[in-house]
């Protein structure tokens, strides 16, 4: 379905970044990618959750972004031992409950918009100081669920069309700090959300044969990609994994 492949990450360097919901799946293969190209990597996992095999050298953090001790804690820790912060990925999220909005209990909805939209701004703010100090940049994997209605995903949908408004929200009032922002929307990946979704077969993406599905290095180059000072040459807040200032960069394979 989709014809991606991933895009060169230049060299990290000295960098210090900081991923959210890096336990598994696009998370865990950016720890594994911004780690490859020489950044100081600091993997946020959600500690109730089996992590994936991550390189050596990452620095593990127990870090449940609706928790602001645990927050305070990662930030504390990464001032103390690398002194700056270079770019945040807030990549946890959370799509459950799946289902008809009129069979959901109202209060269901709560710990989608406490990852996908406050935990954000919870992460965003605690990192400011360090990324305002470093002229950084903070990266929401977002997807095209924040601004089309899908059946079924009331929880996510609506949620993260929070995380995009609010991306908007930190670029406009950010932008005199030097810190960068972007909302980079992902494609239907080959994760384990995805398995949740075909279970689940509410809407078109859940017909989507897990075999066309994205690789998760795909959108996991991409995130890296926007970590990189290359990336200050892209202006738009708003972006896409499928935008042409992206796949211009991919080793496509010629088709017919």
């Not at 095999?53 to 449940?64: E, Q, R």
């Not at 075909?198 to 795909?218: M, T």
Request: proline fraction near 8%; charged fraction near 15%; include cysteine.
């Amino acid at each position: 379905m989709f014809n991606l492949a991933p895009v060169p990450v230049p060299d990290l360097s000295g960098k210090t970044i900081l991923i959210t919901g890096a336990g598994k799946g696009i998370g865990a293969e950016l720890v594994r990618l911004l780690k490859a190209q020489g950044a100081t990597v600091y993997a946020g996992v959600y500690p109730a959750e089996a992590v994936e095999p991550l390189p050596a050298g990452v620095i593990v953090l127990p870090l449940d972004v609706t928790k602001q001790a645990d927050v305070d804690a990662a930030i504390a820790r990464i001032t103390a031992e690398s002194g700056r912060l270079d770019a945040l990925v807030n990549n946890a999220g959370i799509i459950n409950p799946i289902g008809p909005l009129a069979s959901l209990n109202s209060d269901a909805l709560a710990p989608a918009f406490a990852v996908n939209v406050i935990g954000v701004h919870r992460m965003s703010v605690a990192a400011l100081p360090l990324l305002t100090a470093s002229q950084g940049a903070i990266v929401n994997a977002g997807t095209g669920a924040a601004t089309t209605p899908m059946e079924g995903w009331t929880a996510y949908c609506a949620s993260k069309a929070g995380m995009h408004m609010l991306t908007r929200m930190m670029a406009m009032e950010l932008a005199g700090q030097g810190v960068r922002v972007h909302f980079v929307g992902i494609p239907p990946t080959d994760t384990a959300m995805q398995t949740s979704i075909r279970a689940a077969g509410l809407n078109p993406i859940s017909k989507i044969p897990q075999e066309k599905l994205v690789a998760p290095a795909v959108p996991a180059s991409v995130l890296a990609y926007m970590c990189a000072d290359a990336a200050r040459a892209i202006n738009e807040v708003l972006l896409d994994v499928r935008q042409p200032v992206f796949t211009a960069m991919m080793d496509l394979p010629e088709t017919d």
